[in-house]
C-alpha cells in the first residue's frame, strides 16, 4: 500500500528567513511551496518572517515519514539543523554514518 499518497513524493524542506530564524516545512512541491512563502501566502510564520532563502529539501516515499522527519528536526537544536541544512546530519541528529 501507498500510505495514501498515490506514489507522489514528499519533502522536507528548510527555509532561512530575515532575522536568522529557519522554518521547516513538508510539501509535494518544495520550491511551489517556497514561492507561496515568499509571495505571503505560506504559513504566518513566513509572513512576520519572510523567507531569504532555500537551505534544502529532502524527498521522502510517503507524507508520514516526510511529517516524522520534520517533527524530529523541529526538535533538535539550531547549530544541528544548520548541519542537516548543510547536508551534514539526517533528520534525527545523526550524521548518517
Avoid at 67 to 89: D, H, N
Wanted: charged share 25%; with cysteine.
Amino acid at each position: 500500500m501507498d500510505g495514501g499518497n498515490g506514489g507522489t513524493t514528499w519533502w522536507v524542506y528548510m527555509i532561512s528567513c530575515r532575522g536568522g530564524k529557519i522554518y521547516t516545512g513538508t510539501a509535494i512541491d518544495p520550491e511551489a511551496r517556497y514561492e507561496a512563502h515568499r509571495s505571503g501566502k505560506g504559513g504566518a510564520f513566513t509572513r512576520a518572517n519572510p523567507p531569504v532563502a532555500l537551505l534544502r529539501c529532502v524527498p521522502f516515499a510517503s507524507r508520514s515519514e516526510a511529517c516524522r522527519a520534520e517533527a524530529a528536526l523541529k526538535k533538535i537544536p539550531r547549530e544541528k539543523k544548520l548541519s542537516w541544512a548543510g547536508g551534514i546530519e539526517d533528520a534525527d541528529g545523526s550524521t548518517g554514518q
